[in-house]
C-alpha cells in the first residue's frame, strides 16, 4: 500500500497562487486525483492525472486556474492553483484511484488552503 504526503497548503490572497505537492512512498502507476473538503462541504473531485501525465481532468469550478502534473521519478504529484478565490478555501487531499473502478484510496492527511478575500 502507497502512503501518500500532502504539502504546500497555505494562507493566500485572493488571486494569489499556491502549489501543492503529494508525495508518494513508492512508484505508484495508478491515476492520481486530487480532491477539497470546505468546512460543512462534502469532499470533491478537483483534478486527476494518468500515469504518464495524460488524461487529465478538472472539475468546472478550476478550469482554467488550476494545473495538474506529475513527476514519475520523484513519485510525486503537483496542483498548480493559480488566481485563487475565497470559494477554494478547504483541506486539500490527494489519492489513488483504484484500478478499474472510479474510486479512490490510499488518502493523505490532507494539506489545508485558506484564500482570503
Known amino acids: 500500500q502507497v502512503q501518500l504526503v500532502e504539502s504546500g497548503g497555505g494562507l493566500v490572497q485572493a488571486g494569489g497562487s499556491l502549489r501543492l505537492s503529494c508525495a508518494a512512498s513508492?512508484?505508484?502507476?495508478?491515476?492520481m486525483g486530487w480532491f477539497r473538503q470546505a468546512p460543512g462541504k462534502e469532499r470533491e473531485f478537483v483534478a486527476g492525472?494518468?500515469?504518464?501525465?495524460?488524461?487529465?481532468s478538472y472539475a468546472d469550478s478550476v478550469k482554467g486556474r488550476f494545473t495538474i502534473s506529475r513527476d514519475n521519478a520523484k513519485n510525486t504529484v503537483y496542483l498548480q492553483m493559480n488566481n485563487l478565490k475565497p470559494e477554494d478555501t478547504g483541506v486539500y487531499y490527494c489519492?489513488?484511484?483504484?484500478?478499474?473502478?472510479?474510486?479512490?484510496?490510499?488518502w493523505g492527511q490532507g494539506t489545508q488552503v485558506t484564500v482570503s478575500s
Open positions: 492525472i494518468g500515469y504518464s501525465g495524460d488524461r487529465t
Open positions: 513508492r512508484r505508484t502507476f495508478a491515476r
Open positions: 489519492a489513488t484511484q483504484i484500478e478499474l473502478t472510479l474510486a479512490y484510496d490510499n
